[in-house]
């Protein structure tokens, strides 16, 4: 069974940095493609970066310049670098793993707020 656990979310004031990590046991993390998701309460769950096993990264539009998604292989290992953030950005945090098959497992999830 897939284990994932965030750590890094809590209270910043707009215009402040958070980096969030995502520690993954039990599997052979450099074959996943990890992922960080956001869901506000009544929102769907949206995607906001993604990192191939190759480095290949995606952002969500909202984020592009702000946010830096990056992985350590050797300490399996996935970060959420947040600079510059927003009122906007606060959610609870979800950290993704999928598989080559398309199996993907979540953490619990960390809260983010943005606020003054």
């Avoid at 990590?21 to 869901?39: D, E, H, L």
């Amino acid at each position: 069974q897939v284990q994932l656990v965030e750590s890094g979310g809590g209270l910043v004031q707009p215009g402040g940095s958070l980096r969030l990590s995502c520690a993954a046991s039990k599997i052979i993390f450099n074959i996943y493609t990890m992922g960080w998701y956001r869901q506000v309460t009544g929102k769907q769950r949206e995607l906001v970066a993604t990192i191939t096993q190759g480095g290949r990264t995606t952002y969500t539009d909202s984020v592009k310049g702000r946010f830096t998604i990056s992985r350590d292989n050797a300490k399996n290992t996935v970060y959420l670098q947040m600079n510059s953030l927003k009122p906007e950005d606060t959610a609870v945090y979800y950290c993704n793993c999928r598989h080559p098959t398309g199996i993907d497992s979540w953490g619990q999830g960390t809260q983010v707020t943005v606020s003054s």
